[in-house]
């Protein structure tokens, strides 16, 4: 019987890491462009690292506000893979391109007509709100191949594959790496070895790194487009594009809550890092980069969210009870190990990290400190990501929206103000108020996951 029981675990445990592995990969590559489009432009002074790093949440709310819509497709895809019903999943996948165009095509006209006001709106200091501005404008006009990105990624991995979104988002960082070192830098004299070679540059900085970017966007959403028309199991090619309300209802029905979740947080980090733009540009420019430096760290929670939302999606469409039961059961202390881990890295080379990308000493200092906070806390924030990824592949993102909104409105955004406004703190205390959010939400999901609420199949 323990033989079983451990082989079980042990063919869970394979399948867990073959879907997750890929996904960590992919945001393992797109943290480390990250990484390299911070450092190059870093070099460029701390007014360069300002004027990118002003709009960043910015980019957080739109790109995860689409992110939502692909969850209600892939709880869709999830289970109608796990109920073997793969005219369903085709069918869902042609909804989905239905939604790329829609939501593209809109989410383009707001944020190119909003570029001009965006930086103003953000407090950043007006010397750099022009540069701000533009850099905003280019990296959003591929903004309908970044929604195919996005959407079709998500669907992709419901139905199972994460190798193909992980090809792709390399792809995208390959352009991406190439082309920043063409465009931001002027030509200049480089040497390898006994090598000496003149490298070709534009010397276009800011704007150098935004349409590095922005081409490799687009790039990235026509190589998938093409992968999931060409796909043996979920190609859209039949479908009809136009609105189909037996699979938008329930689709909808999962992504308005998580919509809703992943917008109001997002804006309450657009209104976070306004607070935090008010405090100085050394405050913005330590707080850019540490948030940069700590996506890093999230990378293996976040991989076993994907995987997480997947398997639960199919053992709900299969009612499978048992294994929804067992997931729970290894998910958790594999995402706990990984997230003890990677926030024991964060803690002991935060320094040496924030030295990548600024050689301002007090950048370095101010954005060391709050790494070593938030460090701490990744475990409880690793246990929380699970619960809510395994919900979001059972469809049930009410909770996790109403958790997410009170904890980022009511405790960081409030407690935060209150810390920066009216008591003169500075940016230790806005990232307590976010360690203090996080805390919050394992306390929240904790709950569900020992009544077992989250679970639709769960015996009542």
Known sequence: MQRSIHKLDMNMIRIIMALAWPTMLEQLMQTAVQYIDLAMVGSLGTQATAAVGATTTVNWLIGSTISALGVGFLSFIAQACGAKDRSAAARAVGQAVLAVIVTGLAFTAVTLG????????????????????QYFFILYLPMLPRTATIIFGTALRAAGDTKTPMKVGVAMNLINVVLNFLLIYPAHTM??????????GAGMGVVGAAIASAIAFAAGGVYITIVLWRHPLISPRGQRLRPDWGILRPTLRVALPNMLQRFGTSLGYVAFAAMINALGEVATAAHTIANTVESAFYIPGYGMQTAAATLAGNAYGAKDHKRMRDLSAMFIPIEIALMILSGGLLFLFAPALMGLFSTDVQVIHLGSTVLRMVAVSEPFYGFSIIIEGMMQGVGRTRQPFVYNIVGMWLVRIVGTFICTAFLGMGLVSAWACMIAHNLLLFVLFLRLYVTDAWNPLSPK
């Open 191 to 200: 040497q390898l070895g006994s090598l000496t070679f003149m490298m070709p």
């Open 114 to 133: 909003l570029s001009p006001v965006i930086p103003a709106w953000m407090q950043v200091e007006e010397s750099i709100r022009p540069l701000a501005s």
